[in-house]
């Protein structure tokens, strides 16, 4: 039967930015041919095959990856292996940027008006 089914490359939490390719490969320490893989992205189906291409990803492929193993021994037993999910969370390109200047702005907002309080106050001295 198959057994250890793996997602590679891991770890199980992935962030990458909207127009990265992403290719996973599933694969089994135990199990003897033919194996069979099935790809489930939030639990719902969406390839077969050891290797699942998503090209360029967009925001809509965050979710969790798992891939189901089977392997059939006779036609009464198959044999199934679950692999531990892996998050994939898509950025939108340039978003981490946008969020530091964001940030960036607003810290230099309040040095500034930091600033034009305490020469307000020396002045009225």
Known sequence: ??????????PLSR?????DPVS?????????APVTFTWLHDGQEVARGPLLELGHVAVGH???YQCVATNQLDEQRTFWALSPKLALEVTPRGHGCTVAAGVLGSLL???LLTGVI????????
């Open 62 to 64: 965050s979710g969790t």
């Open 1 to 10: 039967p198959v057994a250890n089914a793996t997602i590679s490359p891991g």
């Open 15 to 19: 962030q990458v930015r909207a127009g």
């Open 118 to 125: 305490v020469a307000f106050h020396r002045w009225r001295r």
């Open 109 to 111: 907002f309040l040095l």
């Open 24 to 32: 996973l490969r599933c694969s089994v320490q135990v199990g003897s």
